[in-house]
């Protein structure tokens, strides 16, 4: 396709839903670029086929961040694949509390408040309760009724968090069971909900394979994008506009290596300014979770399903019928509460799994004794970290600042997140199926405690953003019809662009910013 009008870089979450509403206009030409594969991949399109796809360098990015602050590094796995980390993720969906965007709309982001995003969310899906619709996303709530599932949920009504049908509610509140980026028993991911209906068109050419390097200017004006397919150097070139559609990791540091940074970060690695952007890779936003294990008094939960013959035979019912635990989601309940008296909303989340897995040599296995595991987190994290380049080659992955719990806010949200937590699975309705509870629960005594234990043993949920994000002031690297400030023709739209946390999982919100960007870069041609 010679000179599109668009040139999209990265077909993930964002991206692919970009790419299908822009090629929508038969008289408007999409390139998409992806580095990754096709989305085709068995353990793609199988729910529990998360376990095998995370480890394979093939379909996914496998960053490291840097130790600090008492915190080791650690991986953070990324897709690398048509439909970008929804192909590879856990499938919850969630748009988000209402108020996220307003508080998006009162950071600068004119345009993104709560009326318009509930709006393109509506427009988006296509499932039930209140993701009921006829859009091309396909999502569904779990029908099944576990035992160990509703004594968990039982559990938190004593609580006081209440059980509601569906938790995509406006105030996004309860506990219940989620709603999930699946549908008759197949992964929806953006590739197989936007990409596959939209791939046929003559004006949408995706080329696969592709590793962005950086963007080429004429002056300040993007012009092009260049990097490597399997057969070499490449450059795609186009008179109209450039948009970084490749994740909150990989969309600062393209930038960085276009000479739109900080300057005095980006000279001494030999790198031509462009645009002096400071907060180009800072603001990195993410949850920090500390995962606790219980075991089972009872053979319940899904661990012998995951082993053996068993596991043979789950997955023979899954390639004949789309059914049984393989076309499961891997977290099927999950709950937003507010960790202390006072709250106008829910300030913390908690997910559950009737299952525990172990890491072995021969990979993720579960556990031969029955036992389940529940994780939470701050909902709404402020602690900022930063994605640097570490130099000029693109083959070398940034370095990762996470900077877990720097904010007093995440620690105190933290220590009453956890400690309602474990009060929650203390309730009699889910206690008397509890043999015994595990490290670090047996632990932890006080709240210093609590903090060291999500430093040192807690993990990343694979929620980073903020990376590029908008906003009205100067100091923000979008604006808020996503053009990148200080050049021409450039704009972001993927997780990096989001001015604060949104309350739950970002794959929701981060399909949103595609849609909500398409709305945009078309408004903006008429």
Known sequence: MDDPDYIIVGAGSAGAVLAERLSADPRTRVLLLESGPSHRHPFISMPKGIGKILGQPSHTWQYLTEAAEGIGAEPWVRGRVLG???????????????????????????????GEMARVFREMECGEGENGGDGPLELSIPRSRDPLAEAFIAAGERMGVARVDDLNNPAQEGVGYATQSIRRGIRSSTARAFLDRARRRPNLRIVTGFDADRVVFEGLRACGVEGRLATGKACFSTSGEVILAAGALNTPAILQRSGVGRSEHLRPLGID?????????????????????????????????????????????????????????????????????????????????????????????????????????????RSRGSVRIADRDPQTLPRIRPNYLADPYDREVTIACYRFTVAWLRQPEISRLIAKERPPVTEIDSDEDIVRYYREQGSSTFHSCGTCRMGLSSETVLDPRLFVRGVYGLRVADASVFPTMPSCNINGPTMAVGWRASEIIRAGNR
């Open 84 to 114: 970008g980390s929804s192909s590879i993720n856990g499938m919850m969906y969630f748009r988000g509390q209402m108020a996220d965007y307003d508080d998006w709309s009162a950071a600068g982001a004119v345009g993104w408040d709560s």
């Open 273 to 381: 300014m462009v645009a002096e952007s400071p907060a180009v890779g800072e603001n990195l936003l993410e949850h920090r979770a500390l995962m606790l294990h219980y075991d089972l008094a009872a053979p319940l939960g899904e661990n012998a399903e995951y082993r053996g013959l068993r596991l043979l035979a789950n997955t023979m019912r899954y390639a004949l019928t789309r059914r049984g635990p393989m076309a499961a989601p891997p977290y099927p309940v999950a709950g937003f509460f507010r960790s202390r008296p006072g709250l106008d909303r829910p300030d913390a989340e908690i997910i559950f799994a009737p299952y525990v897995m172990q890491m072995l040599e021969t990979g993720l296995q579960t556990e031969p004794q029955p036992s389940f595991h529940v994780f939470s987190f701050p909902a709404r994290s």
